[in-house]
Structures are given as structure tokens and as C-alpha cells.
Nanobody, 121 residues
């Protein structure tokens, strides 16, 4: 029903920047939370950053990206962003957009197809 489409990935030199975007097929205002995950070859998927919507807005970041990555949203464009600065080779992974919808005690998770980020040294 709901589609999430990531874009903005690519190849970048260490120290460079990329801005990932996650476009939703409907308003992201209805989601309780959204986040960015990544999975590197041979590694487990990990949460990179999340943002909780509602009365209060709460953002969280993995220790490895604190101070370098920023998660944000644009409700008018139904889009979630991840600004990635000072990229390191260890940031190389497929990045996935996630959205959590919770209503009446039930929850649904939506996932995008992923976008490849490759950081060369």
C-alpha cells in the first residue's frame, strides 16, 4: 500500500558528503516514526538514525555517525532525508528507509528498496 523510494546514493570520496532522500507515496505526517538503516556486506543491518513524530520530535543517531549525519523530514514533499557529511569508508553500505505506522495498538513497518552508498578511501 505504502511505498518508500530511496535516492541520492552513489560513489563519493572519503570526507565527502551525500544527501539521501526517501519519498513516500503518501503523507509521512501520519507515520509515528521514520528511520534510516544500513547493511554492509557480511554485516548485520543497523539503525543509523531515527526520528519520532508527534507532539514532540525526537531524533536518535548511532554513535558511529553522531556529529556527521543529520536526519530530517519535509512533510510537504512527503520526504525523509539523511544528510551525510565527512563520510568514511566504513559508511559504505546499502541504506534503507523505514517508516513505522502505529494506530489502535497495532503497528506496520514499511521499507524501501535501498540505495547504495560507496565511500572510497
Amino acid at each position: 500500500q505504502v511505498q518508500l523510494v530511496e535516492s541520492g546514493g552513489g560513489l563519493v570520496q572519503a570526507g565527502g558528503s551525500l544527501r539521501l532522500a526517501c519519498a513516500a507515496s503518501r503523507s509521512i505526517f501520519t507515520f509515528n516514526a521514520m528511520g534510516w538503516y544500513r547493511q554492509a556486506p557480511g554485516k548485520q543491518r543497523e539503525l543509523v538514525a531515527s526520528i519520532t513524530f508527534g507532539v514532540s520530535i525526537i531524533t536518535n543517531y548511532a554513535d558511529s555517525v553522531k556529529g556527521r549525519f543529520t536526519i530530517s523530514r519535509d512533510n510537504a514533499k512527503n520526504t525523509l532525508y539523511l544528510q551525510m557529511n565527512t563520510l568514511k569508508p566504513e559508511d559504505t553500505a546499502v541504506y534503507y528507509c523505514n517508516a513505522l505506522e502505529r494506530s489502535g495498538g497495532t503497528q506496520i513497518n514499511y521499507w524501501g528498496q535501498g540505495t547504495q552508498v560507496t565511500v572510497s578511501s
